[in-house]
């Protein structure tokens, strides 16, 4: 069981430039979330999803967007990076609502 | 009033004390609590669930107070490796039972 996984583990980015954030799991969850964390602070959700073909936006959607076409799959694509975007970005799954949730490592993203 | 509020810290305990931390949350109608530790540069993980009634794994001990909205965490006979970040997580919001994180407490334990 890998759990929780995400690619890359490190990027830098041009502003202007594009990118996904790959995150996969494979415990059969049917919740999985997007945070963003920047220094010092708390997670902030960017997006989640409750199964496949299902998405909602969090706190701080603006400048991403997801799909989930299988249950595994949750990627996160940003479109035209900024300075702003510069974050460690996690992916969690849970079970279902209110359960407990599992992280995968993050991705440090450096937009300049 | 934030949603999840926490004292970021850092709360600096020698070895041995015993130090405690508060959350306090707005969402009278949330539903589920945790505590998860999150060490530097890496992913938060489960510490443990916090239960109504109250619940103890080991050290550490976790408390609900639904009437003035707060949860807590009291860990005794601090240790070196317990130094971490604590982040406090609050589901239902809006009734989808969406978590919410606290900033997070930082915990430096020192010989």
Redesign the interface.
Known sequence: NAGVTQTPKFRILKIGQSMTLQCAQDMNHNYM?W?RQDP??????IY?SVGAGITDK?EVPNGYNVSRSTTEDFPLRLELAAPSQTS?Y?CASSRS??????????TRLLVL | RKEVEQDPGPFNVPEGATVAFNCTYSNSASQSFFWYRQDCRKEPKLLMSVYSSGNEDGRFTAQLNRASQYISLLIRDSKLSDSATYLCVVNGRGGSYIPTFGRGTSLIVHP
């Open positions: 979330y945070y010092g602070m708390g997670l902030k959700l989640y969090g460690v996690f609502s209110g359960e407990t949730q599992y992280f995968g490592p993050g």
